[in-house]
């Protein structure tokens, strides 16, 4: 089976610095993307990570471990609008751009 | 920036009936998919659509759904006969071309409550 797992929520605080962790097992590999979702909205794009190491986008990086299965988002600075649903997502090589999404971590940023 | 867009926003239907949801991807853009997701649950892959015919599908796009692109801009989903459990909200998407580089764009989304 394909398992991609997030944590369900997570709180931060606005300002700080949230790390938000996904791991994957699946039946091969051809990128990881991460998604920001707002409630009853489509899922946007973030980033996207196929080789190892950090991508850095603004306030947001994005960092791929294939070896171990791994990635996470990084927010820095947090602002009240990244209060979203943040979504990991795999393609697999052998499913061609079909996106393998993970439940989805639901942040809360307080003031 | 170019969008997906997607009508109706909302839809509701009886139980058995057919519906059709309906896309217009980004205009340069190939290849066409359909997601759902169902309320609290993750979003879940159900087709892909490139050169006018399926090129995947989950398990999910059973006999009851089709896609079809009938004109040069519109890319639909039908769904045969709804089921209570096909509620969800349904998200189109779509993609420049094949390669590890592009990204998906999705569009709005349409709300379907089966009653």
């Known amino acids: 089976g394909q398992n991609i797992d997030q944590p369900t929520e997570m709180t931060a605080t606005e300002g700080a610095i949230v790390q938000i962790n996904c791991t994957y097992q699946?039946?091969?590999?051809?990128?990881l993307f991460w998604y920001q979702q707002h409630a009853g909205e489509a899922p946007t794009f973030l980033s996207y990570?196929?080789?190892?190491g950090l991508e850095e986008k603004g306030r947001f990086s994005s960092f791929l471990s294939r070896s171990k299965g791994y990635s996470y988002l990084l927010l820095k600075e947090l602002q009240m609008k990244d209060s979203a649903s943040y979504l990991c997502?795999?393609?697999?090589?052998?499913?061609?751009?079909?996106?393998?999404f993970g439940g989805g971590t639901r942040l809360m940023v307080k003031p | 920036e170019p969008e997906v867009t997607q009508t109706p926003s909302h839809q509701v239907t009886q139980m058995g009936q057919e519906v059709i949801l309906r896309c217009v991807p980004i205009?340069?853009?190939?290849?066409f998919y359909w997601y759902r997701q169902i309320l609290g649950q993750k979003v879940e892959f159900l087709v892909s659509?490139?050169?006018?015919?399926?090129?995947?599908k989950s398990e999910i796009f059973d006999d009851q759904f089709s896609v079809e692109r009938p004109d040069g801009s519109n890319f639909t989903l039908k769904i045969r006969s709804t089921k209570l459990e096909d509620s969800a909200m349904y998200f189109c998407?779509?993609?420049?071309?094949?390669?590890?580089?592009?990204?998906?764009?999705f569009g709005s989304g349409t709300q379907l409550s089966v009653l």
């Open positions: 699946t039946s091969g590999f051809n990128g």
């Open positions: 997502a795999v393609r697999r090589d052998n499913a061609g751009n079909m996106l393998t």
């Open positions: 205009s340069n853009h190939l290849y």
């Open positions: 990570n196929v080789l190892d």
């Open positions: 998407a779509s993609q420049r071309l094949r390669g590890p580089n592009e990204k998906l764009f």
């Open positions: 659509f490139y050169n006018n015919e399926i090129s995947e």
